[in-house]
Every structure is written in structure tokens, then in C-alpha cells.
T-cell receptor, first 116, second 113 residues
Framework: GAVVSQHPSRVICKSGTSVKIECRSL??????MFWYRQFPKQSLMLMAT?????????EQGVEKDKFLINHASLTLSTLTVTSAHPEDSSFYIC????????????FGSGTRLTVV | GENVEQHPSTLSVQEGDSAVIKCTYS??????FPWYKQELGKRPQLIID?????GEKKDQRIAVTLNKTAKHFSLHITETQPEDSAVYFC????????????FGTGTRLKVLA
């Protein structure tokens, strides 16, 4: 089946620094990738939708200058948390869908970000 | 905006009993409803899905029902086992230019041995 690889799985960074998270589709072309944030014991909150070759579409309340998304190829999307603060600490998870779009997402393994 | 409500938030059942999780969606245009199982610290895994042209779908011990008129869909797990313990999320498709999903708030299922 479809596989999505996400790295790193865990990262600890200092306040004020930036962190890049990568999401790769390994055996299919992901025309669309999605980035979610998940707080402990809470649901997946969609942050943005990333389409290859175009600007990401951000959900209401998500700062696009803080959460930079790049989808430069059909197999790679990156999320950069800029000038991270402790409140950005969370579980970030990507998912990808192929051209059909409505056949169920494949999720990455997630990245636990801790900002100290 | 569009939203998906999910109930209950926690559910404990005895091993062998059935578990039912219910979701309600708001967008009448939603036409695809997947269910995900997420074990602690792991990625969500698709366990079953249903499209709007079908009222029920079953896969071994798992079934999903859909009532489009009422905008309800439910997950049914029969003969529960301890390994079914996890958080389950429902989702509904939203097509607002880009096809995407809105997730329910999750149900923490605990199967007691």
C-alpha cells in the first residue's frame, strides 16, 4: 500500500529557532499533502493543504508566516516552524493523497516537536 | 463552517462486547467518510470507509453505517478484543476547492479483558 515517510520523528529545539519537518510519499505521487497538528488527547486539526507547485492553503487561525509549507515536488512537502515558541510544542503529522483525492489519506508517522 | 461531531469521547467495554461510535457531519455535500484508528504515539490508520452511495459496509468485525438524510454515520466493532483499544477518529470529506477532510474529536476506546 501507499507509504508516507515523515522525518524527524522527534525534535527538541530552543525558543526562537526554526524546525523543518519533511513528508515524503514513497511509492506514489502525492498531488495534495495535508499538515495537521494534534495536541495530547485531542483530534487532528488541519493546518494547511499543500498542492504541488502552488502556494499552500491555510486554515483559519493558522499563521502562514510562522508555519511555512513548501511542496516542491510530487513526493515531498515540508513544514517549517519558524521562530518556535514553547506553545508550538505539539505533534505534527502529514498525510498525502494521490490524484484521486478521495480514496483515503495515508498518514506519516508524525513529528513530536518540543520547544524549550 | 463545516464540522464533525463525535460521541462518545471515551468508551469502555468488556472484551467480547460490541462498541459503537457515532458521528454527525454538517456539510450535506460530504460524500466520503473514513474511520481511523490511532494507537498511542502512532499515526492514524484507515480501518474502514464508506461512500455516500452506500448505506452500510462491513469488514469482518468492523462495520460502518451511513444515514445521509440525518447526516449521521457510525462505527460498529463487534466481539471486541484488547487490541482494539485505541483512539478512533471519524472524518467527513469537504470539497472547498481542494478535497480535504474534517475530523471528529476522537473516541478513546478501552476494551477490558
Amino acid at each position: 500500500g501507499a507509504v508516507v515517510s515523515q522525518h524527524p520523528s522527534r525534535v527538541i529545539c530552543k525558543s526562537g529557532t526554526s524546525v523543518k519537518i519533511e513528508c515524503r510519499s514513497l511509492d506514489f505521487q502525492a498531488t495534495t499533502m495535508f499538515w495537521y497538528r494534534q495536541f495530547p488527547k485531542q483530534s487532528l486539526m488541519l493546518m494547511a493543504t499543500s498542492n504541488e507547485g502552488s502556494k499552500a492553503t491555510y486554515e483559519q487561525g493558522v499563521e502562514k508566516d510562522k508555519f511555512l509549507i513548501n511542496h516542491a515536488s510530487l513526493t515531498l512537502s515540508t513544514l517549517t516552524v519558524t521562530s518556535a515558541h514553547p506553545e508550538d510544542s505539539s505533534f505534527y503529522i502529514c498525510s498525502a493523497s494521490g490524484a484521486a483525492g478521495d480514496d483515503g489519506y495515508t498518514f506519516g508517522s508524525g513529528t513530536r516537536l518540543t520547544v524549550v | 463552517g463545516e464540522n464533525v461531531e463525535q460521541h462518545p469521547s471515551t468508551l469502555s467495554v468488556q472484551e467480547g462486547d460490541s462498541a459503537v461510535i457515532k458521528c454527525t457531519y454538517s456539510d450535506s455535500a460530504s460524500n466520503y467518510f473514513p474511520w481511523y484508528k490511532q494507537e498511542l504515539g502512532k499515526r492514524p490508520q484507515l480501518i474502514i470507509d464508506i461512500r455516500s452511495n452506500v448505506g452500510e459496509k462491513k469488514d469482518q468485525r468492523i462495520a460502518v453505517t451511513l444515514n445521509k438524510t440525518a447526516k449521521h454515520f457510525s462505527l460498529h466493532i463487534t466481539e471486541t478484543q484488547p487490541e482494539d483499544s485505541a483512539v478512533y477518529f471519524c472524518a467527513a470529506s469537504i470539497n472547498s476547492g481542494t478535497y480535504k477532510y474534517i475530523f471528529g474529536t476522537g473516541t478513546r476506546l478501552k476494551v477490558l479483558a
